[in-house]
């Protein structure tokens, strides 16, 4: 079974720096753009980055500067390292795994991110 299990979301202050963590099982990572997502309470879910099998990355507006993505396919793994945190980026972070020639998804359950002013 496919499975997603993020890890590292916590409590920080704001200009504080937190990496996410996202190992993948059950699928051949390497076949896989991989990406987070994020949601706030009464928002929909937007997307924070993703990284494509080559290393190709995109970013939201919002995290351009601050947030950084990267893999590691020896580990199955997906980072993101987030710096200068703002109460905004407060949200349940998801990790996301799509197939190179679909739109079909895999998703995390999620791990909280809040950063206190």
């Known amino acids: 079974q496919v499975q997603l299990v993020e890890s590292g979301g916590g409590l920080v202050q704001a200009g504080g720096s937190l990496r996410l963590s996202c190992v993948a099982s059950g699928i051949s990572f390497n076949s896989y753009r991989m990406g987070w997502y994020r949601q706030a309470p009464g928002k929909q879910r937007e997307l924070v980055a993703t990284?494509?099998?080559?290393?190709?990355?995109n970013y939201e507006d919002a995290v351009k500067g601050r947030f950084t993505i990267s893999r590691d396919n020896a580990k199955n793994t997906v980072y993101l390292q987030m710096n200068s945190l703002k109460p905004e980026d407060t949200a349940v972070y998801y990790c996301?795994?799509?197939?190179?020639?679909?739109?079909?998804?895999?998703w995390g359950q999620g791990t909280q991110v809040t950063v206190s002013s």
């Open positions: 990284i494509t099998r080559v290393g190709t990355t």
């Open positions: 996301n795994a799509r197939f190179w020639a679909s739109s079909s998804d895999y």
